[in-house]
């Protein structure tokens, strides 16, 4: 028996384009509300559901990155890829990662090439949905990398290369909504100099408004149009230089200029950023006989003394905290929950610090092992950005090659970094007046002013020595 609340009602003679459904047999058909309802599902179908092109960013893989260089594309150009499928492999300023596909479809362009870069949010690839997309993803692809290599304006006139930069030219985006995309570095630009962004035609693919355009929008004269324009044009009067410029000595013949890799200008970036951070440096001699007969004990066991190092500073931060804190605004600090011991370690083209998480709360051994999975994972550049930016004090341990003091750069980020210089055998008197020979090692730690003083890090030294001289609690 037919249920009457879900019948089907006759065809209307007025509207045969269509097929109704009533909630209820006893519904008359002459309803004032029946024609509405009907003629809702036929405007419903002349909705046609276009199918899409998307654009593959390249990510921000750290909180440092501002571009990425691709290393290899695992996919070709016409693969058909699935929803968290690895596509590329990217190079961020610490490691090589893969980077997924949100969606599926196939692969219609790649726009970025191996061996280039690309700034964070820049397309790198188009994802078509169906293969009758496939040629105007291509058009799209090739549309964009022609804008990137006319994007420099022609020099129509030999006017000095100093003068006043003209707003860029309008260039068509894409068929799709207009609505302002622009690259995080330009958003930042614009809100620095107070451009008004919604007015800004970008001149990157589709449209993207780029660095380069807000600084025209705001009067600022590009530095690498200046240069390309003094190399362009040949009017008999030079270019002005800049001050910067004028200043570096010429290259010494036969000298070789190499860029920087995408690690390296990581690290320069982090260094100039630490210069912004008010420090001080304190040294502490520390007796080393049981630490180096401990370390003789369990060596066998595969204990490393970066993790004996590590654990030691661990359990010191567990009794000051200050010291494990971190400062980022100026205006307050905060104690950080966990004590995450980065450990600087030196690869191929760079420096990255791999971070032994809750170090405290790891026995000797396990933290020996994580360490050497780490390490591992470092030199192949396979760490996960949680494995090297998470570091709330760093360790830097120049003591194996021989060096028995330096001072260690702050990190930025961090409120203290530990450098570990040699162990070596030392002359010392004792209260009597006797002599001996014991094996001393330096320790120097750079700390945030901002937050630790003096007698924070002095007493975090105390305890540290404390624990080195007697590590019985290391191994417990």
Sequence with gaps: MASPFLSRAPLSNTNTNFTSISFSSSLSNSLPFRSSFSTFPSKRRTLTVRSKIREIFMPALSSTMTEGKIVSWIKSE????SKGESVVVVESDKADMDVETFYDGILAAIVVPEGDSAPVGAPIGLLAETEDEIAEAKAKAKAASSSNSTSPPPTSSPAPAI????PPPSKPVSDSPR?????PFAKKLAKQHKVNIESVVGTGPFGR??????????????????????????????PPKSAAS?????????????????????????????????????????????LGALYEKVKPKGVTMTAILAKAAAMALAQHPVVNATCTDGKGFTYNANINIAVAVAIDGGLITP?????????LYLLSQKWKELLKKARAKQLQPNEYNSGTFTLSNL???????????????QGAIMAVGASKPTVVADADGYFSVKSKMLVN???DHRIIYGADLAAFLQTFSKIVENPESLTL
């Design 209 to 238: 408004i780029t660095p380069a355009d807000i600084e025209a929008a705001a009067g600022i004269i590009p530095s690498k149009s200046i240069k390309i324009k003094s190399n362009v044009e040949s009017a008999p009067p030079p």
């Design 179 to 183: 609505k302002t995309v622009a690259t």
């Design 399 to 413: 003591g194996m090659f021989g060096v028995d003091r330096f001072d260690a750069i702050l990190p930025p980020g």
């Design 355 to 363: 971070v032994l998480q809750d170090a405290d709360k790891l026995d």
């Design 445 to 447: 730690v750079t700390a």
């Design 246 to 290: 004028s200043a570096a000595p010429p290259p010494i013949p036969g000298s070789t200029v190499v860029p920087f890799t995408t690690m390296q200008s990581a690290v320069s970036k982090n260094m100039l950023e630490s210069l912004s951070v008010p420090t001080f440096r304190v040294g502490y001699p520390v007796t080393t006989d049981a």
């Design 163 to 166: 003068s006043q930069p003209q």
């Design 78 to 81: 016409g693969d058909i890829l």
